[in-house]
Each structure stands twice: as C-alpha cells, then as structure tokens.
C-alpha cells in the first residue's frame, strides 16, 4: 500500500523543505511542485519525523497550496519532489448559492470529494468559467468541514471529466478547454465523453473475446430487418443509440399464434403502456410517428431471469484502482417494475443485492458471470476506445441457460443503486477507486507521458 504523508505549514519564510530522511538517500532534489507550481528550494532531512514535509509560508504561497489537514502522496521526478495528486473534477452547471454551488448534484459532489484523505489526494470541482489563463491558476471550490469554499489552485495534475450530459460534451466552449488542458498543458483527463451504444457494440463485437456477450444489435434500416429479428427472437428492443435513463426503450413483441404485434413503452406522461397492433407497420407508424428512426437500434429480446414474474438485470460497476487495474466494485440487482420495459426507478424499478433475491450456489455462481463478464468488457473498452476510462457502469443481463449479455455500458454510470442501504459500502468504494485512480496518472504522467499522450 502507499504512503501517505501530511504536508505542514511551517511558520517561517525559508524557502526549505524539511523532508523524511529517505527522501533525499540517492536522490537530488532542488525543486518542491504542486499541481502545474514549482519552485526552487532547499531539503533538509526532518530529524525526528519520516511520515510529513514541512514546507513555510512562504513556499505554501509560491504553489498555492491549501493549508489543510490532507495527507497526500509524494512522487519523485526530474530533480523535483511533487506533492499531490491535485485532482480538478471537470463539470458543468454551477449555480450562485453558497450552500449548493453545484445544484442538485451538490450532494454527490461533497459526497466524491469527502474521499481525499482516504485516498491521499486533493480534489476540487472546476469549471471552464473558474479558469485564469493568464495567471495558471484556477478558482477551485473545495468541501471541507461540511462546508464548502472557494479558493485559488494551481492547474491540477489530471482531470476526471464529471460533465452532466451529452448537451454540455458538446459545448464548443467547453471543448476546446479539454483541448487546450490536454493538448497545450498535458494534463491527463480520464473518462471523457458518454458512449453511442451503437458505435460501443460495433467495437466490441471484434474482439473475440467479449463477442459472446454482445446481443445481436443493428441501426434501425427497415421494417424487415425488424420482422426478421422477431421471427428469430419472438421480440426485439428498440432504443435510442444515444439514450439514458431508459428514456425512449421500446419493446416489440410478435405473438405467432395470433399474428398480433405489441408494444410495452412508456409514454409521454410517464405511464407504462402496452398496446396490440394488427401489423408492425401500424405500431411503427403510431407508436413512432414522432420519433426519428435514423437515430434508433435495433437488439434482440433476451429471455430474462425473473423475480416474481418481473424481469431482472444488473448494474456491475467497475473502477481502476491506483495501480491502474481493474475491480470490480458493486454489483446490484434491478427489477423491472410491473408492466415497465426497463428496470429503472422512474419506471416503478426495485434495486435489490445479489443476497436478497438469489441463495447459496446459484448467487456465487451469478456474482461470479457477472464479475469476469463485467473485467473482460472493462479491459476490452480500455483497449479499444479512445481516451483515459476509470470507471465503467454495465448493464447486464443473464438469461434462463444463465448466460451474460451486455445491453449497456456507461462512461458516467448514474449512482440510484447506491440508495439501497445494504450498497453503502460498495458507494464509498466506487468513489474511492474514481479518485484513487488520479493517483496512478498522475505517476504515469511523470514517469511515462509518451504511455498517455500518443
């Protein structure tokens, strides 16, 4: 496990470092850096104290450095001894009240950044507003001591990419401070951008080793294409390709006995619906009159496992830790409510633990699919999609033979499991690995950048 050491402030204006003796045995170390700030200083080894650096007041003022009680990691490099990480978290849709500075999402915000001495980093929540160019430095807010607050901090060592939604990904002004972060400033910025479920599939199913898990899934082209999945399948879901939430699932089912087509969705006033049709080009042609089928999927309909006649799936998270591999780091069971197409919340959706629906054999034997389904696809994404990813939220399905399929992935995995009162433990970890991953990039950034920069 690595060392965490707590940085004080000396009450002097030396510009020397009193370090642990370790520091300087093999070593010549001129400059102390944090963040994007470096100055030249002296190292005294501390002769009674290896688990701390003292720097004074006027070094803390030189980096900008918070004066709080954070103990933080050190990392050697180029003659210069870096404290940190300093971890900006990218958003957008910050308000002007003191008490939620980041609106509704405060509360995961406080929760995200109440990590930071578990972790030995110090995170802070930005946005491309906060930003001073000219003097390098950015108005970060900080939660500390229940409270938060604003305060200067040099550019940070990476950034973890927490923007809300796909409008704001595509901000022009937002994207070109990615850029220029990434490009002019080399900072790494991990988890950019929210997967297309089409173009994820269309990678996905050339790696061999994932393909079994991917259900047979096609842009939306013609009726036939959907006529010929349901005589294969007997029903097919269609969905947006850039979808989330559930919002906009439709499933089409084909009854053979009585040549009846029927459609479950929800419709506009959020009731869940289920409507017969004599052909399937009248349910498209009233059931999607509104909707642009270019910008739709086609999958095929997986016989679920069920629990009390409802269908089941399940949301795998998994996260780098700061050695950069893969956990696993919550597992829950989502079941649909009664009627819905989807098992999400808003849809009358229960979370339950893999513990309250399943027993003995058969609940190792699912948690056990699920877990080396959810690293494969983990390392497969990693492989074959661009960009820095830490953390992946998976929706997963077993069918009756108990076989895995993905139906989804997440680069921004919404947090709702984390309700259930028996997932606290799993909540506080996934939010530890986000962060603790900064940790591993920032190493890398130093002592690899050709790794994370070509």
């Known amino acids: 496990m690595r060392k965490h050491y707590l940085i004080e402030v000396a009450q002097n204006d030396q510009l020397v470092v009193f370090c642990p003796p370790s520091f300087l045995k093999d070593k010549e170390i001129t400059r102390i850096a944090f963040g994007s700030r470096s100055i030249e200083v002296d190292f005294i080894p501390h002769p009674d104290?290896?688990?701390?650096?003292?720097?004074?007041?006027?070094?803390?003022?030189?980096?900008?450095?918070?004066?709080?009680?954070?103990?933080?990691?050190?990392?050697?490099?180029?003659?210069?001894?870096?404290?940190?990480?300093?971890?900006?978290?990218?958003?957008?849709?910050?308000?002007?009240?003191?008490?939620?500075?980041?609106?509704?999402?405060?509360?995961?915000?406080?929760?995200?950044?109440?990590?930071?001495?578990?972790?030995?980093?110090?995170?802070?929540?930005?946005?491309?507003?906060?930003?001073?160019?000219?003097q390098g430095i950015i108005e970060g807010y900080i939660f500390q001591n229940n409270t938060w607050e604003t305060l200067e901090v040099p550019f940070p060592?990476?950034?973890?990419?927490?923007?809300?939604?796909?409008?704001?990904?595509?901000?022009?002004?937002?994207?070109?401070?990615?850029?220029?972060?990434?490009?002019?400033?080399?900072?790494?910025?991990?988890?950019?951008?929210?997967?297309?479920?089409?173009?994820?599939?269309?990678?996905?199913?050339?790696?061999?080793?994932?393909?079994?898990?991917?259900?047979?899934?096609?842009?939306?082209?013609?009726?036939?294409?959907?006529?010929?999945?349901?005589?294969t399948h007997g029903h097919v879901f269609i969905k947006p390709k850039n979808g989330s939430l559930g919002l906009g699932v439709h499933q089409i089912i084909y009854d053979k006995h009585t040549d009846d087509y029927f459609c479950r969705y929800q419709d506009e006033s959020g009731v869940n619906r289920l409507?017969?049709?004599?052909?399937?080009?009248?349910?498209?042609?009233?059931?999607?009159?509104?909707?642009?089928?270019?910008?739709?999927?086609?999958?095929?309909?997986?016989?679920?496992?069920?629990?009390?006649?409802?269908?089941?799936?399940?949301?795998?998270?998994?996260?780098?830790?700061?050695?950069?591999?893969?956990?696993?780091?919550?597992?829950?069971?989502?079941?649909?409510?009664?009627?819905?197409?989807?098992?999400?919340?808003?849809?009358?959706?229960?979370?339950?633990?893999?513990?309250?629906?399943?027993?003995?054999d058969e609940r190792t034997l699912y948690k056990e699919r699920l877990s080396h389904a959810a690293l494969l696809l983990s390392s497969s994404l990693d492989r074959n999609v661009e960009g820095i990813i830490g953390e992946i939220g998976f929706d997963l399905g077993i069918d009756r033979n108990g076989d895995v399929w993905l139906f989804e992935a997440n680069s921004k995995p919404g947090r709702t499991i984390f309700a259930h009162p028996e997932l606290k433990d799993f909540d506080l970890l996934t939010r530890k690995l986000s962060i603790a991953f900064a940790v591993f990039l920032t190493e890398q950034s130093l002592l690899h950048p050709e790794e994370l920069f070509t």
Not at 165 to 187: F, T
């Open 49 to 134: 104290k290896d688990d701390r650096v003292s720097i004074s007041r006027k070094i803390q003022k030189a980096l900008h450095f918070p004066n709080f009680n954070t103990p933080l990691h050190v990392f050697f490099n180029n003659h210069s001894l870096i404290i940190g990480p300093l971890v900006g978290i990218f958003t957008a849709g910050f308000t002007s009240l003191p008490l939620e500075p980041i609106g509704e999402r405060t509360l995961f915000f406080s929760k995200l950044l109440s990590v930071n001495k578990m972790v030995g980093a110090l995170p802070f929540v930005f946005g491309e507003q906060h930003i001073d160019w000219d």
């Open 157 to 231: 060592n990476v950034i973890y990419d927490r923007l809300p939604n796909r409008r704001s990904e595509n901000n022009p002004k937002l994207i070109k401070v990615r850029d220029r972060l990434q490009k002019e400033y080399l900072i790494p910025w991990y988890n950019p951008g929210f997967f297309n479920k089409l173009d994820i599939h269309e990678r996905l199913i050339q790696d061999d080793i994932v393909a079994s898990f991917l259900p047979e899934t096609l842009p939306f082209t013609s009726f036939s294409s959907i006529e010929t999945m349901l005589s």
């Open 275 to 360: 409507r017969r049709f004599s052909s399937l080009e009248r349910l498209m042609g009233i059931v999607f009159a509104n909707q642009s089928l270019e910008k739709m999927l086609v999958q095929k309909g997986i016989n679920l496992l069920r629990s009390e006649s409802r269908p089941i799936d399940f949301r795998v998270h998994t996260n780098k830790d700061d050695l950069g591999n893969w956990h696993v780091s919550a597992i829950a069971a989502k079941i649909a409510g009664p009627g819905s197409v989807t098992t999400h919340k808003r849809s009358g959706g229960d979370v339950k633990t893999l513990e309250e629906i399943f027993s003995g």
